[in-house]
C-alpha cells in the first residue's frame, strides 16, 4: 500500500519560505515521477512543481516558477518543496503525488498521477 505523508506547512507572512516535505513508502520510490499540487477554497487541485524519478527534469507553474524549488532524496524516499518569496495567493493546502506509470518524464496533468498524500496547510498572510 503506497502512503504518503505530507508535513512543512504553517503560516507565514508574504515574503517569507517554507519547506515542505513528503515521506513515501509502500514502492519503489525511486522509481516514479512526484509532483506536488496545491488546492485552495472553492479552486480546482492546480499542479505545482513535478520531479522526473532521477531527479534530472523538473517542471514547475509559471505562477511559482524562480520562487519554488521541487527536489527529492531516493535514499530517504522523501520529496521536498522549497517555497520562498511566498505571496497570499499561494495559500492552499498542499499535496504530493507519485506518477501512476514508471520511469516517466514529470507532467503537469493530474490524470498522471495516482496516489496522493492528506495534504498540509500553507497559509500566507499578507
Known amino acids: 500500500q503506497v502512503q504518503l505523508v505530507e508535513s512543512g506547512g504553517g503560516l507565514v507572512q508574504a515574503g517569507g519560505s517554507l519547506r515542505l516535505s513528503c515521506a513515501a513508502s509502500?514502492?519503489?520510490?525511486?522509481?516514479?515521477?512526484m509532483g506536488w499540487f496545491r488546492q485552495a477554497p472553492g479552486k480546482e487541485r492546480e499542479f505545482v512543481a513535478a520531479i522526473s524519478w532521477s531527479t534530472s527534469n523538473t517542471l514547475y507553474a509559471d505562477s511559482v516558477k524562480g520562487r519554488f524549488t521541487i527536489s527529492r532524496d531516493n535514499t530517504k524516499n522523501t520529496l521536498y518543496l522549497q517555497m520562498i518569496s511566498l505571496k497570499p495567493e499561494d495559500t492552499a493546502v498542499y499535496y504530493c503525488?507519485?506518477?501512476?506509470?514508471?520511469?516517466?518524464?514529470?507532467?503537469?496533468?493530474?490524470?498522471?498521477?495516482?496516489?496522493w498524500g492528506q495534504g498540509t496547510q500553507v497559509t500566507v498572510s499578507s
Open positions: 509502500g514502492r519503489a520510490f525511486s522509481n516514479y515521477a
Open positions: 503525488s507519485t506518477a501512476t506509470r514508471i520511469w516517466t518524464m514529470p507532467t503537469m496533468s493530474r490524470a498522471d498521477y495516482g496516489y
